[in-house]
């Protein structure tokens, strides 16, 4: 049974600061998107509530359409949220015009999935570092200024000042992607939406790509959205995690509040699925094998939207739509918030 001291049930949403007593440098609440009109309407995102601390890493996870990609087109200003507020350092961005959002789109930079498609083949690595400056003249103004930069950043993310000429197919994938890395750090930003960085690479550059971007942080205090379906990825870089579903937040808490004390039962089929490496666990848990395909998003299921693959689900998971159930996270730290009838108990088996 849970300790009714630690758990309430509430309105989902983040603090107003964050667990280290600081104002957020990002925070988004109640936003909602949705495309099409009519019985085409397409709710990618609906009522998400997040924040991000400076120098903080917050991954987000959950199968592909849950709506990942259309927040991280929200939060770097792409796309207009059709209700919520997004604020950076209490800043509404969609609210700026003319010089304030040139100079606020400094601010927020994004590392791409594909370093292949992601950097035009006809430009060298000093070009594609360099092109931010293009529009943004006033950040390193003097040419000589430029090529030093140029230098540092590619010293940054592991590179040599010699292959400031060479072309995009002269370098690796992982190579292609510290330029990517060392052209979001352009303009020196306070946040990076890194959108699935290091899915098309090896496993092995892959471990690389995500060093040279725990250093970065460690030594500039960029924060980064890290999106990914990669959950061994995720664990590893990240402080805290959002899981979505059908373009709602279903699970938000520390990264190991999450990993070892899943408390939806779609965030606990995520992880039962995810591989384990450590061979003494082997067989320690069994795998959630979910039924039924994901609904469209044109037709979300009323109540609990995760209510159609859930073998929990119970008659009021149809009629009512649930509210976030939060819970101390461990040692006192960040809360740990499930949006569920029914949310999964530490101890407790799934069924």
């Given at each position: ?137 006033d950040v390193v103004p003097d040419a000589r200024a430029r090529e030093k930069r140029i230098r540092e950043l590619l010293s940054l993310v592991g590179l040599r000042d010699s292959d400031a000429h060479r072309h995009p197919n002269e370098f690796s994938g992982g190579q292609r992607q510290r ?173």
């Amino acid at each position: 049974m849970p300790d009714p001291s630690r758990t309430t049930t509430a309105a989902p949403g983040p603090r107003t600061q964050g667990p280290d007593g600081h104002p957020p440098l990002l925070e988004v609440r109640g936003v909602t998107k949705t495309f099409g009109s009519g019985r085409r309407r397409l709710t990618a995102l609906d009522g998400v509530d997040l924040r991000l601390g400076r120098g903080e890493t917050l991954g987000l996870v959950g199968e592909s359409g849950c709506g990942k990609s259309t927040l991280a087109r929200v939060l770097l200003g792409l796309e207009r949220p059709d209700a919520g507020t997004v604020r950076y350092d209490g800043v509404d961005p969609f609210a700026l015009r003319g010089k304030e959002l040139l100079a606020w789109r400094r601010r927020v930079q994004m590392v791409f999935q594909d370093p292949f498609a992601s950097l035009n083949a006809r430009m060298s690595a000093a070009e594609l570092i360099g092109e931010p400056w293009r529009t943004h003249r006033d950040v390193v103004p003097d040419a000589r200024a430029r090529e030093k930069r140029i230098r540092e950043l590619l010293s940054l993310v592991g590179l040599r000042d010699s292959d400031a000429h060479r072309h995009p197919n002269e370098f690796s994938g992982g190579q292609r992607q510290r330029i990517g890395i060392a052209r979001a750090l352009a303009l020196d930003p306070d946040v990076i939406v890194c959108d699935e960085p290091v899915s098309a690479l090896d496993l092995s550059v892959q471990a690389q790509v995500l060093n040279v971007l725990s250093e970065l942080q460690s030594r500039l205090g960029v924060a980064y959205v890290f999106i990914s379906h990669d959950l061994s990825v995720v664990r590893y870089i990240s402080d805290r995690v959002t899981v979505m579903y059908l373009g709602k937040v279903i699970e938000h808490g520390a990264t190991e509040d999450v990993f070892e004390q899943p408390r939806h039962p779609y965030t606990a089929a995520l992880m039962s699925a995810a591989p384990v490496l450590d061979t003494s666990r082997s067989g320690e848990d069994r795998e959630i094998r979910l039924h039924g395909e994901i609904p469209s998003p044109f037709d979300i299921p009323s109540g609990c939207r995760f209510r159609t693959r859930c073998p929990r689900a119970e008659d009021r998971c149809a009629a009512e739509a649930p509210q976030a159930v939060v819970r101390d996270g461990a040692g006192g730290g960040d809360a740990h918030t499930a949006l569920c009838h029914f949310p999964l108990q530490a101890g407790t088996a799934w069924a």
